[in-house]
């Protein structure tokens, strides 16, 4: 069995980390940016839309969007550090997969 280094290797860590923040930062202004057309649509489709109807709806799809971002940026983690082949290599030793 290959044993991977994963986020124990330092330089391995910080680059896994890096891009880890990198996914989060564009995504952030990604999210800032639908969830401002969003409420924009919202705001220009309606008559009289509450501010606190506006802040509420601009709060969820931002923080919505930004939650799916980093639980996917979690996974691209997981899998480059080598984790899930780990993870997979320790189940096909204790486990017959065929079960």
Avoid: C
């Avoid at 202004?29 to 008559?47: E, F, K």
């Avoid at 996917?72 to 480059?80: E, K, P």
Wanted: glycine fraction near 12%; avoid cysteine.
């Amino acid at each position: 069995m290959e044993q991977h280094q994963g986020l124990s290797d330092p330089q391995a860590a910080q680059f896994a980390w890096r891009r880890f923040r990198t996914i989060l930062f564009y995504m952030n202004l990604a999210s800032l940016s639908i969830a401002g057309a969003g409420v924009g649509l919202i705001w220009y489709g309606s008559d009289e839309l509450p501010w606190i109807f506006a802040a509420f709806s601009f709060g969820g799809i931002y923080l919505t969007l930004l939650m799916a971002a980093a639980l996917m940026g979690l996974m691209f983690l997981s899998n480059g550090t080598g984790h899930d082949k780990d993870v997979m290599d320790f189940a096909e030793g204790a486990h017959s997969l065929d079960d």
